[in-house]
């Protein structure tokens, strides 16, 4: 199981940091994504760490302004948000798949967290 928290509202320029706390898997043996589904759009990811290689990959929106962390000890990761702008409103997601390198396909989902960026 994979618990999300962390949103709220926040001014543009601001941050947030979510957290993504797992139970009954170990996360260090997955693939972490998050991704995002803004009011009446797609889902779209975020970012994807690989479960192997540890690799993190930013979409291009994100790039320099979040940023993954995790704390294994805790079984938890995170996603620190950094220059928020209003088009990262949306509602948060982490997922996780079990010894990959890739986002898709997830074997596990959390329910999200509401991250609204407004003045």
């Known amino acids: 199981q994979l618990v999300e928290s962390g949103g709220g509202l926040v001014q543009p320029g601001g941050s947030l940091r979510l957290s993504c706390a797992a139970s009954?898997?170990?996360?260090?043996?997955?693939?972490i994504g998050w991704f995002r589904q803004a009011p009446g759009k797609g889902r779209e990811g975020v970012l994807c760490?690989?479960?192997?290689?540890?690799?993190?990959d930013y979409a291009d929106s994100v790039k320099g302004r979040f940023t993954f962390a995790r704390d294994n000890a805790k079984n938890t990761v995170y996603l620190q948000m950094n220059s928020l702008k209003p088009e990262d409103t949306g509602i948060y997601y982490c997922?996780?798949?079990?010894?990959?390198?890739?986002?898709?396909?997830?074997?596990?989902w959390g329910k999200g967290t509401l991250v609204t960026v407004s003045s």
């Open positions: 997922a996780a798949l079990y010894w990959s390198d890739s986002c898709g396909d997830m074997d596990y």
């Open positions: 009954g898997v170990t996360l260090d043996n997955y693939a």
């Open positions: 760490v690989g479960g192997k290689s540890g690799r993190t």
